[in-house]
């Protein structure tokens, strides 16, 4: 289970339309909405990684450490919420190690992981692999394995891996999918969670754990869980993407942790064999059990 902390207003498809330099003059939402989410899981015992925005820990720190101190899992999702391939490589290191400096002093403890806003790691922007092993991360999750117009490498693996690279290696794991043809199709969540039928979520999830006897990486967003959020006036397809069923994610994300079992991303990572084989002894449907070490 992985929850990207971020406002309502920090979300990609509204790039242009709210300037960073607004941010501080809109109504914040998201201390609520994650109080909210931890709520949600503390009922259901379950324990998460949770990718917080940096521009958030700045402004809210003691929101981190109650993360932190619910036993959840703090990684980073890059400070201003910038996607890398509109960023230089310079930029991108200063951002990543801004959030990274941020998130250990509010949660007093180390940062392992990354994802990037949008799954931004595409095929151009391999590069920002080499800044996060220089600056300290251990694994990264923003490679989305299937064709989108906004970010995809199709073409890589479906499962966690060890990515070498000239800085080093990292362990990548990315958003989960289903092959189905010769396409890979996303069952991660987020939108698709929102959008699509919660029986797709539900057979992907089971599919990768029955029959790929892996497990699978689900995602969303606090603001999902906040059908009353303020509506800004972007285009059609925007206002779709984001603003689609919001008033469903709670109760589909309620089902959800009823059908399935959940863990931190780098607790499953770090339990997981070789980071390509896993061994299930449980024939229920599942995301993970924890293993405590």
């Known amino acids: 289970m992985t929850v990207d902390v971020e406002d309502y207003f920090h979300v990609s498809v509204f790039d242009g339309l709210v300037p960073r330099v607004s941010w501080n003059q809109l109504e914040s939402r998201v201390i609520a909405n994650t109080e909210h989410l931890l709520g949600i899981f503390d009922e259901s015992r379950i324990r998460a990684t949770f990718f917080v925005l ?15 101190h619910q036993g959840h899992e703090i990684a980073s999702h890059g400070y201003a919420h910038r996607l890398i391939y509109d960023q230089t490589p310079r930029a991108f290191r200063e951002d990543v190690r801004r959030s990274k400096l941020l998130l250990e002093a509010a949660a007093a403890g180390e940062v392992r992981g990354y994802r990037a806003p949008s799954y931004s790691v595409t095929p151009r922007t391999l590069w920002a692999l080499d800044i996060l092993i220089e600056e300290g991360y251990r694994y990264d999750a923003s490679i989305f394995p299937i064709r ?47 959008i699509l039928p919660y029986s797709w979520t539900r057979w992907g999830i089971s599919r990768i754990n029955r029959q790929e006897r892996r497990p699978a990486i689900f995602y969303l967003h606090p603001w999902e869980v906040d059908p009353s959020q303020p509506r800004l006036p972007a285009g059609l397809l925007s206002r779709f993407r984001h603003y689609r069923n919001l008033d469903k994610t709670e109760g589909r994300l309620r089902q959800l942790i009823q059908d399935f079992r959940f863990a931190p ?24 059990q924890p293993v405590h070490q």
Do not use: C, K
């Open 54 to 68: 940096g521009w958030v820990a700045e402004r809210f720190p003691a929101l981190v450490a109650r993360i932190a």
């Open 148 to 194: 989108h117009d906004r970010y995809g490498i199709p073409l890589s693996p479906r499962h966690p891996y060890v990515l070498p690279r000239a800085a080093g290696e990292i362990v990548e794991a990315p958003a989960s999918t289903v092959q189905w043809g010769t396409m890979n199709w996303p069952v991660a969540g987020g939108g698709y969670f929102r």
């Open 265 to 288: 991303l780098g607790e499953i990572l770090a339990t997981h064999s070789a980071f390509g084989q896993t061994s299930v002894a449980d024939p229920l449907p599942y995301v993970w």
